[in-house]
Nanobody, 124 residues
């Protein structure tokens, strides 16, 4: 299983970016997906999460009202629409997914997978 992110870049404060994360590789079921970010010298923090069907989402207080997480279940892709970006949003953004895979007919295992990260830089 691989998670591949795209969509990062350099944007001015107040601008927008849309991140994508596509899951591929074998047969799997996505239980949940999240976006994390990590700024230099800081711990990785959860930005937004969404349930398997996309019916429920949660956001960090710092991004509520500005970021929107969504999923295209048919394409195994998750998005993060980021509006009204601020310099403090600058970070490496990582896609995370909890995925179940059937090993044998009677055994399903869950694992956590991470993308390689995509950098977002917001200039003031």
């Amino acid at each position: 299983v691989q998670l591949v992110e795209s969509g990062g870049g350099l944007v001015q404060a107040g601008g927008s970016l849309r991140l994508s994360c596509t899951v591929s590789g074998g047969t799997f079921r996505i239980n949940s997906m999240d976006w994390y970010r990590q700024a230099p010298g800081k711990q990785r923090e959860l930005v937004a999460s969404i349930t398997s069907g996309g019916g429920s989402a949660n956001y960090a207080d710092s991004v509520k009202g500005r970021f929107t997480i969504s999923r295209d279940t048919a394409e195994n892709t998750m998005y993060l629409q980021m509006n009204s970006l601020k310099p403090e949003d600058s970070a490496m953004y990582y896609c995370h997914a909890e995925i179940s895979q059937m090993v044998v007919a009677t055994l399903t295992v869950k694992n956590d997978y991470w993308g390689q990260g995509t950098r977002v830089t917001v200039s003031s």
